[in-house]
């Protein structure tokens, strides 16, 4: 892979010279001190001092609503309004882990038009990122990025070093090629690697997700789920805030004073408590450890037998968000046995009250 | 900038494809048959579907459900559904008349593993709505009939006013290569000339099976399936050879929406046809 060298100084001019014809969008800080994608019109507004952002990246592809199709008896006219060329800055490794297994969904079976127009018409430029007491990104090797972004800025004292992801990519350097520095010296090289070997040890949480399948499986009809439903609200925050959470709702809204409907695609969560309600009253899973297990069977389970590794990757904005503190760290502790924790304790006792 | 629309050329699975309703007239107090054909001619007779699979429909304005291909791929160029008047989309549908617009498109699903039933004997026990996916394969058989060794039918309704293709089976049952059984749970008509009782009490009246040379199909309510099992596994017929349909809550039909998942699969593309073995095996499908 291509490697080159760019002073922090040239960093805006060169987002100036990619965003020429396209939406800039990149982390910035909300009133909240929460970080967000946003659509940049003022570059002093991106923050790239940021952990992770209230919602993944996904929802530049596949936004919370938006519309599929115009139909009316004329037939369906095909809506893609939300693909617009745009440059996405700032991309944290966990987050591109993220938008490759979305990729890989997308793709698989019926390809998904929506999300992959979406995507390649999006420039994604990844950012290096220093984790917090929630990252356990390492636990699930998403920490390194070695595909799925044009860019991947590696950010070292008053310099980046820029890899070179595809073809899209270099042809945005050739942009302003006067702002980049081909030659790496010897000590950027050590300074990136001391960088590297200093991020490694500042992970604080690790999850052991080799045995999570088994424990998924061997825990099934264990106690822990009856206490963990009790106490989960069924809000559903918990899969808007995941990156790998992709399930979705489809609405028909008729368009006032227009002779046809719009058909909506909303986001939706398997933790709602008519997610898999059918015709006649039946709702397969009625209870909330019903709909608990299904969202860790996705985590946990399902994607590491399928593919090797979890659909989870460390990002923390389940730990972030949980108003209860159900989240992908307590639950994996949980199924180890961990009944001694705080954390545990607390849940047990809210629910025994 | 090269970021500026490119164009994907991926077709697009949710686009339904505009269909006509050539007929519609009920089945039961609550269930209407619906003939439909694609209005693209072309695409209306190279429509190939295997039985046990089923369709998105929908109806502008109210939205889109699946159903079942009632009809045999052995007859090309009309969709048949039965179709329960539940909710939205069900009602809109019920409210549409011969010859109105409708979307379909599919086929989705795994549908019914038809070659390797090929020279088994085929054994389907249908109650209620499960003969809107049943009767695709009961008419493929006997479409096909010399492919196939026995085919027995046993249908079950709660009375003889509810029962689904009522006049169709009786028909059948004429025919000597079939052997069809019929019963209602009560006979609140007095005019009913064929079993009373729960679909069960069919079982004794088979002639005797030969259980490793039998495929079971099996269609109906929830409370139904338990009680066929037992009935299946008391005639020995393995576990993987005891095949059901089951449903689920679909928006998508093509694996994206999630809702239809169980387990690490989901029903829509790995689905709705699953061995009894599946279902024990994975947890939560019944
Ligand atoms: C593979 C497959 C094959 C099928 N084949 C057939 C068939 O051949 N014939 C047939 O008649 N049906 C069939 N069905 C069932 C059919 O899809 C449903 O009856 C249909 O989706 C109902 O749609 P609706 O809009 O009319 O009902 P909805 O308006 O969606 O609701 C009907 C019922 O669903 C439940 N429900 C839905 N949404 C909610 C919600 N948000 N909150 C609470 N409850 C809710 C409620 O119980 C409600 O009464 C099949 C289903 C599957 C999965
Ligand atoms: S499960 Fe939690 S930590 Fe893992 S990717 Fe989803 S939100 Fe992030
Ligand atoms: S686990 Fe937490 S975030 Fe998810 S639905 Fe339950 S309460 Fe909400
Ligand atoms: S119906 Fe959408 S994933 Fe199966």
Known sequence: MKIVKLKKENLHPFLQAVSQDAELWAPVRLSNNKHSFQLIDDFSKIDLDYTRTILPPRKLFLPPEFNMFQASFQGYQEDYSHVTPKVLFGVHPCDLHGLLIFDQFHRQAFEDPYYLKARENTLVFGHSCWPDEYCFCQSTH????????????????????????????????????????????????KSYIAWQEKRNRAFQLHINFVSMPDLMELRYHHPLWEVLGQACLSCGSCSMVCPTCNCYNVNDHPVLGKNYSEIHRCWDSCMLENYSAVAGGENFREKRSQRLKLWYTHKLQAYISKYGKPACVGC?????????????????????GEQVDAFWNRLANEVKQ | MK????????????LPEPARIVRMYPLTEDVKFFQVRLVDIEKSLSFQYRPGQFAMISVLGAGEAPFSISS????????????RQTGTVTRAIFNLKENDLIGVRGPYGNGFPIEKMEGKDILIVMGGL???????????????????????????????????????FLDLKKRSDLECYLTVDQDDTGQWVDNVGVVTTLFP??????????????????????????????????????????????????GKCGHCAIDYIYTCLDGPVFTYWDVIHMRELI
């Open chain 1, 142 to 189: 998403t920490h390194i990025i070695e595909e799925g972004y044009d860019l991947f800025f590696s950010e070292l004292d008053d310099y980046y070093l820029v890899w070179i992801g595809s073809s899209e990519g270099d042809d945005c350097l050739r942009l302003t090629p006067e702002l980049f520095e081909e030659s790496i010296s010897e000590e950027d090289i």
């Open chain 1, 316 to 336: 923390g904005r389940c730990l972030v968000t949980c108003p209860v503190d159900i989240n992908i760290y307590t639950v994996s502790r949980a199924l180890e």
């Open chain 2, 3 to 14: 970021v500026v629309n490119k164009t994907n050329q991926t077709k697009n699975p949710f």
């Open chain 2, 72 to 83: 045999t791929p052995s007859r090309p160029g009309l969709l048949e559904f039965c179709i």
């Open chain 2, 130 to 168: 499960g003969a809107a996916p049943l009767r695709s394969v009961l008419l493929y058989c006997l479409d096909n009939r010399d492919l196939f060794g026995r085919v027995i039918l046993l249908h079950g309704a709660k009375r003889p006013a509810e029962m689904i293709f009522l006049q169709e």
């Open chain 2, 205 to 254: 009246q088979l002639k005797e099976i030969n259980p490793n040379q039998t495929v079971a199909l099996v269609c109906g309510p929830p409370v139904m399936y338990k009680f066929v099992i037992q009935e299946l596994l008391k005639l020995n017929i393995p576990k993987d050879q005891i095949l059901m349909t089951l449903e689920r809550r679909m928006k998508c039909g093509v």
